[in-house]
């Protein structure tokens, strides 16, 4: 990097972090801390709602999925939209009515106190892993391509996160978030753009399109049935619409920065903005990862876009398998660029039996090419079992460094990082919030005074910012990381949003069998992932993980209704 880069980066940097603590410092007490005084006005909510879900791993990964994938992954996010709608109507009146701090008091007004507890503990696993996640998600990409210590990186994040979020609490996620979400958009805009003008002369976007169609990279739907497969209509429309609506509506991340709208219109209108907009824009970075494949088509690409498991390959006694098969891939470079010429000739000639001979010879070198991809994934593995084969969190930050002209270089390093900070900041937000509100502050016999709890807030934030910055420097890189973060959350929040749903609509359901049940449907959800998807490994599972939100939450409803029933008639008969 440049010296205008490092200035980019780190003046980009500072700035968010200074300006969000100059103006949120000096909150009064807990509702201007948690809730920012509720002044938020829709366009703030909307553009935290989207930055918080944004992370640093939706800027790194989803260009990767594209790239190795296609489009399909934008199925994921069908059931958003609906989702939005529902907790419009829905949730969000009842939070504004009886005035909560987070989504779990609502709990114990419906249930009871250990509900409301149990609700609030699967909250702090779930997303307590997924803030380490979101910090290791930039750090050991960064690390891994540009040469920087892991935990350094992991600690620089953790820390310009918790200075502000510390300070300023609610206001300070809101405010930064702007800022951030402005970063991000401006740098993947940048970005698209200088795709396309490194493209050849005669390749327009349209041409583009169709190369990238040729080589099945623009297959977005799939009415497939297959519950084997991630991600299909179907399953974004279910699966993909349950995870929405308990991780809009239940997750106090998302939940957080709704209620920090002025009134219950700013809030609706500013989820209706994500809903509006959330589709279009994980569909545009996707884009974006298209683009790349196209630039790969006509320019050299790595065999394996990890830069240290390559390393580890070079240095081990396979290295020299590992060389004649890049000489292979060489070859296969030099056939698939004259195909793609090819190709993109017989589309001027108009010839439909040129043009589909023309796909298929494109096709035979693809399927080649990911053979030798494969070929060296298993070399990675005989150096290291350890070693991460799944290089699509690479992809993009591999073009960005080896393309990107100096100045935008920066840019892009700071959208990374933007993106690590903002969702980050979110989470620490909530954990704190649920952590002071929902169990401290409970278990407290005593009442103290609003700044006790104000400074217990502070304390607890801090806190989870060190075990997230701990929990980074100690996980490993288990799948691809837009993957890994929707996995965990689809493990827990099924079962959060069927108690939030039974609390809504079944109002005969009491305390007692809905605490049972989701207990129950928990160790059922974790055992169903275990044997029907993690044993299988990455592409082979039994079942696509959306399915377990809606596992989780019909479960939790259905054993909720049968305890309640066996209870009522049991009480029936002893009377």
């Known amino acids: 990097m440049e010296l205008i880069d490092w200035i980019v980066l780190i003046g980009t940097l500072l700035f968010i972090v200074g300006y969000g603590y100059w103006r949120t410092k000096g909150s009064k007490n807990v509702s201007d801390y948690v809730l920012g005084g509720k002044e938020a006005q829709w366009w703030t909510v909307g553009l935290s709602v989207m930055a918080t879900q944004a992370s640093a791993i939706t800027f790194l990964s989803t260009p990767g999925q594209a790239f190795h994938d296609g489009m399909g992954f934008v199925q994921f996010y069908f059931g958003l939209p609906l989702a939005m709608v529902i907790i419009c109507i829905v949730f969000i009146p009842i939070y504004h009515r009886l005035k909560v701090y987070t989504a779990y008091q609502f709990l114990e007004k419906r249930f009871d106190r250990k509900t409301r507890s149990l609700a609030a503990i699967l909250f702090l696993i779930q997303r307590g892993l997924a803030a380490g996640i979101t910090i290791y998600a930039p750090s050991i990409i960064l690390s891994a391509v540009l040469g920087w210590d892991l935990k350094t990186l992991n600690i620089i994040i953790g820390i310009l996160v918790i200075i502000y979020t510390v300070s300023g609490g609610t206001k300070a996620v809101n405010v930064t978030q702007k800022q951030q979400m402005f970063v991000i958009m401006t740098g993947m805009f940048a970005a698209f753009f200088l795709v396309l003008s490194y493209l050849p002369d005669d390749i327009s976007f349209g041409k583009a399109m169709k190369i990238a169609g040729a080589n099945d990279k623009l297959n977005i739907l799939d009415f497939s049935l297959d519950t084997k497969s991630r991600y299909t209509f179907w399953s974004g429309i279910t699966g993909g619409l349950f995870l929405a609506l308990a991780y809009f509506g239940t997750d106090q991340s998302q939940v957080q920065r709704y209620l920090s709208g002025k009134s219950v219109r700013e809030s609706q209108l500013g989820l209706v903005f994500n809903g509006l907009f959330k589709v279009p824009m994980q569909f545009f970075i996707l884009l974006v990862g298209v683009m790349v494949f196209v630039f790969y088509q006509y320019n050299h690409s790595p065999l394996n876009f990890n830069p240290s498991a390559v390393e580890a390959v070079e240095q081990s006694e396979y290295a020299e398998e590992y060389h004649q098969l890049e000489i292979q891939h060489l070859a296969l470079e030099k056939q698939k660029k004259m195909a793609q010429e090819h190709f993109s000739a017989v589309l001027d000639v ?23 991809r494969k070929e060296v994934s298993a070399l990675i593995e005989k150096v290291d079992e350890d070693l991460e084969t799944n290089d699509k969190d690479y992809v993009f930050i591999h073009f960005i460094l080896n393309n990107i002209p100096t100045g935008l270089m920066g840019l ?6 933007s993106a ?17 509100i929902d169990l401290f502050r409970r278990a407290k016999k005593e009442e103290r005074n609003d700044k006790y709890y104000l400074n217990a807030t502070r304390w607890f934030t801090l806190g989870w910012g060190i075990i997230a910055i ?8 288990l799948d691809n990381l837009i993957q ?18 039974i609390a809504f609509f079944i109002k005969f359901i009491r305390g007692n069998a809905v605490f049972l049940s989701a207990i129950i449907t928990q160790f059922i959800v974790i055992l169903i992932y275990y044997f029907a998807i993690y044993r299988y490994g990455d592409g082979n599972e039994k079942l696509g993980y959306l399915w377990l939100n809606f596992i989780g939450c019909a479960m939790v409803i259905l054993i909720a209704i049968i305890f309640e029933t066996i209870n009522r008639t049991t009480n029936a008969i002893k009377r």
């Open 350 to 372: 108009k010839d439909y039996n040129l043009i589909m001979a023309a796909k298929r010879n494109i096709k035979d070198i693809n399927i080649k090419e990911r053979e030798r």
């Open 412 to 417: 892009l390093l700071a959208v990374i990082f």
């Open 420 to 436: 690590a900070m903002s969702s980050t900041a979110s989470e620490l937000n909530a954990l704190g919030t649920i952590t002071t």
């Open 470 to 477: 701990l929990f980074a420097n100690f996980a490993s890189l």
């Open 484 to 501: 890994l973060v929707n996995i965990i959350g689809s493990i827990f929040y099924g079962n959060v949003l069927g108690i939030f749903l």
